[in-house]
């Protein structure tokens, strides 16, 4: 199993509270990897420093073996990295399908189908007035449609039916499995439906107190 990306020994503050405590986490490629904990845990602070949106006070970010602790969100995200954050994930002012357009690849054909059927009837309203679950489903959308080597979403499911959020992790799943992406997860607990191997680090105040695989996890 390759490491794609990980965070060595890093420390993140925001102000004088520290949210990440000196963290090693290793993201292998064609791999779901789920970050759980409590809300304060450093699940989301963990993909922000992965994804870059968030400085270092302390500690690496290596890429293939390259240290790219100073390269700027917008050139990993050249580099093949998408972050989905839990909030502000689309362009509220732009219809769904603008949002949709910015996610695709340069190459893709015009009117390619969304990931969600039930976009389709969407896509001529403005992103700012779906509901919390339709969004949800638009910025995932985003980790779907652009081909990447880095997956990073932050509460997936937020906001989505449980039909939906189950199609959302075989989506997300399958970016793994078949395309061999590295996906990262952010989750209170572990969602169900994810595929056999998938990793578990469980954070407690910006530490790792449990790695394991997710059948592992569930065992405890």
């Not at 520290?18 to 304060?40: F, K, M, Q, S």
């Not at 994804?51 to 890429?63: D, F, I, N, Y």
């Not at 779906?130 to 979403?153: F, K, N, T, Y």
């Amino acid at each position: 199993m390759s490491v794609e990306m990980e965070l060595r020994g890093a420390r993140v503050r925001y102000g004088p509270l520290e949210a990440l405590h000196g963290l090693d986490l290793p993201v292998p490629a064609a791999t779901v990897t789920v970050l759980t904990g409590r809300n304060g845990a450093g699940r989301s602070t963990a993909l922000r420093a992965l994804a870059g949106t968030v400085r270092l006070a302390a500690g690496r970010v290596v890429w293939r073996g390259e240290d790219v602790t100073a390269l700027p969100p917008h050139d990993r995200s050249r580099r093949g990295l998408c972050f989905v954050p839990d909030r502000e994930a689309v362009f509220e002012g732009l219809t769904v399908a603008e949002n949709l357009a910015l996610a695709a690849p340069g190459d893709a054909p015009d009117g390619a189908p969304p990931p969600y059927p039930a976009l389709v009837p969407l896509l001529s309203r403005t992103a700012g007035t779906l509901s919390g679950g339709e969004r949800r489903m638009l910025a995932v959308s985003r980790a779907l449609l652009r081909p990447a080597r880095v997956v990073l979403v932050d509460e997936p499911s937020l906001g989505m039916a449980p039909p939906v959020a189950a199609a959302t992790y075989a989506l997300l799943a399958a970016l793994a499995v078949r395309d061999g992406a590295a996906v990262v997860l952010a989750e209170q607990r572990v969602p169900d439906g994810l595929p056999p191997g998938t990793l578990v680090h469980e954070l407690r105040r910006g530490a790792r107190v449990f790695s394991g695989e997710a059948a592992e996890r569930r065992a405890r």
